[in-house]
């Protein structure tokens, strides 16, 4: 699979996971807010969740508009934008850990490190595809 191939896929993945996360919180913020990770046994807040689900699809379009276009100024400001989001909430999670069980924190780990490691390998897969170009 060429770079090019694998980018596309990588934005299609970023952008489908966004799309669903972010119309789960905005469409049933109860629901997305009763999984343990995103509770994490604090106050529910219908408005933030919705706050929440609504920047996610905003984060899906732009992921979407890359993967469709596959223009490299669009592709490089969607991933970054992307982990101005995905650094900061894991280094968050990282500091409420206690608020979850053992069992709870290694998928919460796992995911939130794949959401950061993705683009990140993305962004360095972009040169490799501007040079197949």
Same mark, same amino acid.
């Given at each position: 699979?060429?770079?090019?191939?694998?980018?596309?896929?990588?934005?299609?993945?970023?952008?489908?996971?966004?799309?669903?996360?972010?119309?789960?919180?905005?469409l049933s913020?109860?629901?997305?807010?009763?999984?343990?990770?995103?509770?994490?046994?604090?106050?529910?807040?219908?408005?933030?969740?919705?706050?929440?689900?609504?920047?996610?699809?905003?984060?899906?379009?732009?992921?979407?508009?890359?993967?469709?276009?596959?223009?490299?100024?669009?592709?490089?400001?969607? #991933? $970054?934008?992307?982990? @101005?989001?995905? &650094?900061?909430? /894991?280094?968050?999670?990282? =500091?409420?850990?206690?608020?979850?069980?053992?069992?709870?924190?290694?998928?919460?780990?796992?995911? #939130? $490190?794949?959401?950061? @490691?993705?683009? &990140?390998?993305? /962004?360095?897969?972009t040169r =490799?595809?501007?040079?197949?170009?």
């Amino acid at each position: 699979m060429s770079a090019r191939s694998q980018l596309r896929a990588g934005l299609a993945f970023l952008a489908a996971a966004q799309f669903i996360v972010g119309g789960w919180a905005l469409l049933s913020p109860r629901s997305f807010f009763d999984i343990p990770w995103v509770g994490m046994r604090m106050p529910y807040n219908a408005h933030l969740m919705m706050d929440y689900g609504a920047m996610s699809l905003a984060t899906s379009v732009v992921l979407s508009v890359a993967a469709v276009t596959m223009r490299q100024t669009m592709i490089r400001t969607g #991933l $970054t934008m992307y982990l @101005v989001f995905a &650094l900061p909430h /894991l280094l968050i999670h990282v =500091r409420l850990l206690h608020h979850l069980t053992p069992g709870q924190r290694v998928p919460l780990l796992i995911a #939130l $490190t794949a959401a950061v @490691v993705i683009p &990140l390998a993305l /962004l360095a897969l972009t040169r =490799r595809a501007r040079k197949e170009s």
